[in-house]
Nanobody, 124 residues
Framework: QVQLVESGGGLVQAGGSLRLSCADS????????MYWVRQAPGKEREFVAA????????YYADSLKGRFTISRDNAKNTVYLQMNSLKPEDTAVYYC?????????????????WGQGTQVTVSS
């Protein structure tokens, strides 16, 4: 059974940085591609980033390239999202998700497992 728990959210000023973590309590973490998705108030869920099973491949939403970095540590069953140069429009609940397929297209709602989300608030 896969259980994902996010941490690292909080309040940060514009221009600041945060690193989100997502720990997987399952035993087969390296068998899953990992994703970060965010949802701002009143908006639909938005794809942020994806990383393949070993971490060799990653993919980002075009609007976030250069500011956000996804990484994973399979020895720690953890995926990370480093967020730099944060903007008020990055304010959202950030979710990690996992799926046994590595996909860079398709609806974000179809990932197999989801965490509970962590709030990121960027003040201007």
């Amino acid at each position: 059974q896969v259980q994902l728990v996010e941490s690292g959210g909080g309040l940060v000023q514009a221009g600041g940085s945060l690193r989100l973590s997502c720990a997987d309590s399952g035993r087969t973490f390296s068998s899953y591609a990992m994703y970060w998705v965010r949802q701002a108030p009143g908006k639909e869920r938005e794809f942020v980033a994806a990383i393949s099973y070993s971490g060799a491949r990653s993919y980002y939403a075009d609007s976030l390239k250069g500011r956000f970095t996804i990484s994973r540590d399979n020895a720690k069953n953890t995926v990370y999202l480093q967020m730099n140069s944060l903007k008020p429009e990055d304010t959202a609940v950030y979710y990690c998700a996992s799926d046994n397929r590595y996909r860079t297209t398709g609806p974000v709602g179809e990932y197999e497992y989801w965490g509970q989300g962590t709030q990121v608030t960027v003040s201007s």
